[in-house]
């Protein structure tokens, strides 16, 4: 296979950030996917998002499993760590590396294939335990490497390419990461970047688990009528429920919490979200009333975007763990192994 590589030389005048990188530094390989594909819509949200929260690259790892929505991890921060996994393996590897070295961020990138079907058990324990990392789902409802086949999170009812109807009831990956503890839930459109940038900046400075589920339709196999996984459906049944404004943690702003105003939410990090309701009962904080919401609106058959839910006091799987503040991978042999003494007296307490 032959790949174009972008040059190398950036024009002199290109914008830079707070750490000295143009947002071409966060870019990566010239993408191989399908001419209008909304992955490569995602991707330059990635893009946009750790330019504007002055990133630097090398502090990114970005890890992922198996499909057109794995593929993209190679087509922006180049200058990253990276692991392209196997098929639904992707949060095991994440959780290894993240409990090695803390000190990086950790964007994990998916499908819908990727997560709700072979990784569906993988994905619910990395909710679960609250691993810290940004968990990017590209979902397109079919298997697009594999010739359009629906894959578990298509809806029951939708048709495919070959007018054959699903049948089968989707698997909602958004009210199950409500459901088993993520911290930080959202939902996307690849066709509206103004809404995802923040969204992918939130996940990203989020002190637990994160999750976005991103609609992302399918140019050669699900955006046609009958799909509702197509621009023109998730254009047509969008509703936002929220406007997401991005603050840096030197911009202290209070708002009331008013109806129609404008919400502060604080970060375990100390960064804020500036959450702006256009639904005056809508309570980002409430987990329940979220899941209750979401639901609502599927029974009217229109898709939920925005930041559904976000826990002000989010921890991660290092706390629940205890583990050290020094990153695993730097301890050293007399770190690791103290002596017997020290065996022996935990031995002792466990008796």
């Not at 296979?1 to 002199?12: D, E, F, G, V």
């Not at 459109?189 to 976005?212: D, E, Y």
């Not at 911009?251 to 256009?278: C, F, W």
């Not at 826990?311 to 583990?323: E, Q």
Request: charged content about 20%; proline content about 5%; some cysteine.
């Amino acid at each position: 296979m032959t790949y174009i590589a972008k040059p190398p030389l950036h024009h002199p005048t290109l914008e830079k950030n707070k750490v000295g990188y143009t947002r071409r530094d966060y870019e990566g390989k010239i993408s191989t996917l399908c001419a209008g594909c909304g992955h490569d819509s995602i991707s330059a949200a990635i893009i946009q998002a750790c330019w504007e929260l002055d990133i630097e690259p090398h502090r990114v790892a970005k890890l992922s499993g198996i499909g057109c929505s794995s593929k993209t991890p190679d087509y922006f921060l180049g200058a990253s760590h990276g692991f392209n996994t196997v098929h639904g393996r992707m949060p095991s590897v994440l959780t290894g590396a993240n409990l090695a070295n803390r000190d990086l961020l950790y964007l994990g990138v998916s499908g819908d294939g990727d997560s709700a079907s072979i990784g569906l058990g993988q994905f619910a324990h990395a909710m679960r335990r609250g691993v810290r990392m940004a968990y990017i789902v590209e979902n397109n409802g079919v298997y697009g490497l594999t010739k359009g086949q629906f894959s578990a999170t298509a809806d029951s009812g939708s048709k495919s390419k070959k007018g054959v109807v699903n049948s089968d009831s989707p698997v909602d990956l958004v009210g199950m990461a409500l459901q088993l503890g993520a911290t930080y839930v959202a939902r996307g459109f690849s066709g509206n970047k103004a809404q995802l940038v923040p969204l992918i900046k939130g996940a990203m400075t989020h002190g637990g688990a994160a999750f976005i589920d991103v609609i992302s339709p399918c140019v050669a196999f699900n955006n046609h009528p009958g799909s509702t996984k197509s621009y023109d459906y998730v254009r047509e049944h969008n509703e936002a429920v929220s406007r997401i404004d991005f603050i840096t943690p030197r911009e202290e702003i209070t708002a009331d919490a008013a109806p129609g105003q404008a919400v502060d939410v604080r970060q375990h990090d100390g960064t804020l979200l500036r959450l702006r309701s256009l639904h005056p009962e809508y309570d980002p904080t409430d987990r329940y009333a979220a899941m209750a919401f979401m639901q609502e609106h599927q029974a009217r058959g229109e898709v939920l975007t925005g930041l559904l839910y976000v826990d002000p006091l989010a921890t991660d799987l290092h706390t629940a763990l205890n583990t050290t503040a020094r990153p695993l991978n730097t301890l050293d042999a007399p770190e690791l192994c103290p002596g017997t003494g020290v065996l022996a007296r935990i031995n002792a307490s466990l008796r």
